[in-house]
């Protein structure tokens, strides 16, 4: 079956504009995660949901990050006014649910870089 | 708060060479730990894992062992393949109260030479 897609996989911005990345998750997943991978950073949680609701928003970096989800499917982190320090690669995962034996299927990755 | 540390790498290797990538970490309770691993050009895949002391995660020839003792998830293989040429990383989960969040070391990457 489909896997979990992200869009778009390269944004290119300008400092101080805002971008909008989209995530849909596998079919049926009830719990959806972002994470951001810098260089030199490694891989950081930024936000889970179970469902629409976001039980832990703890790693969003600023008030600058947000992310929604609707109909329990697909999910938008937006940044407004980025900054340089936002380039990253941000990777989406879904799973079942939140249960530690279920398993993080991850999708490929937006590389935003912002100029 | 909940840390891992793996080894740097590169990493290089004949085939055939034995493989370990050391993984030590830092959390409160009992944390489930996992082994993801980043081909080229590729997204992230679950390698292996692992959700009590003692335990081991095994696939594609890969081990891991949960060391409560020594707080460590050593990957090892005992023959590596060019195949395996990839970035590994190890991560935990703290599954306590709201916590689902994965925490992950720096990544080893890997390179097998024919």
């Known amino acids: 079956g489909a896997g979990v897609s992200q869009s778009p996989s390269n944004k290119v911005t300008e400092k101080g504009k805002d971008v909008e990345l989209r995530c849909d998750p596998i079919?049926?997943?009830?719990?959806l995660y972002w994470y951001r991978q810098s260089l030199g950073q490694g891989l950081e949680f930024l936000i889970y949901f179970q469902g629409n609701s976001a039980p832990d928003k703890s790693g969003l970096p600023s008030d600058r990050f947000s992310a929604e989800r609707t109909g329990g499917s697909v999910s938008t982190l937006t940044i407004q006014r980025t900054q340089q320090e936002d380039s990253a690669v941000y990777l989406c995962?879904?799973?079942?649910?939140?249960?530690?034996?279920?398993?993080?299927?991850f999708g490929p990755g937006t590389r935003l870089t912002v100029t | 708060g909940d840390s891992v540390t793996q080894m740097e790498g590169p990493v290089t290797l004949s085939e055939e060479a034995f493989l370990t990538i050391n993984c030590t970490y830092t959390?409160?309770?009992?944390?489930?730990l996992f082994w993801y691993v980043q081909y080229p050009g590729e997204g992230l895949q679950l390698l292996l894992k692992?959700?009590?002391a003692d335990d081991k995660g095994s696939n594609k020839g890969f081990e891991a062992t949960y060391r409560k003792e020594t707080t460590s998830f050593h990957l090892e293989k005992g023959s590596v393949q060019v195949s395996d040429s990839a970035v590994y990383f190890c991560a935990l989960r703290n599954n306590a109260g709201n916590n689902r969040k994965l925490i992950w070391g720096l990544g080893t990457s890997l390179a097998v030479n024919p």
């Open positions: 692992a959700t009590k």
């Open positions: 995962a879904s799973s079942v649910s939140t249960g530690s034996n279920y398993e993080q299927y």
């Open positions: 959390a409160t309770g009992y944390p489930s």
């Open positions: 079919s049926g997943h009830t719990a």
